[in-house]
């Protein structure tokens, strides 16, 4: 059976994790809160949806307990990832991956429950600087 994911945020980390995950055959829905973004999707990923998903309702109306692992990529606007997180946690996805700001973004996230916390700058950062020291230009 084909693997079914969830992307809120359609930004470059967002948009990047969807284009991959269609690239792997995975089924991908891929949600913003700005249609133009949605649009930009519609013949990438599985389904496209505008949606606002601080909105509890919305998001069970989408089936989202259903999809086995999602990805909060909403980057700026801290309260809508932690409103999207904390929504996504009562109505029982299984795994929840969110991007964050800053540490304190990421203590909050922790706190409610978020299985996997990035931060996409800071971790490429340390794997390029590690890859540096080992010479290994192949793995990045
Ligand atoms: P990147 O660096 O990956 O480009 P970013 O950190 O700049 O992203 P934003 O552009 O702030 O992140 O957010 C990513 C996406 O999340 C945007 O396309 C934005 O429209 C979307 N987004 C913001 N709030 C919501 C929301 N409440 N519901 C759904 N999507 C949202």
Redesign the pocket.
Known sequence: MKKEFVV?????????IVNELIALKADVMA????PE?VEEFAQIATTAVA?????ESALRSLGIRNFEHVVV?????IQ??I??TLILKEVGVKKITV?A?NDYHEKVLRKIGADQVVH?ERDMGKRIANNMVSNNILDY
């Open positions: 809120i945020g359609l930004g470059r980390f967002g948009g990047s949600i913003d809160i700005s973004r949606a606002d998903t601080t909105d990529a909403i980057g700026e606007n809508a990832s409103l999207t991007k700001q996409p």
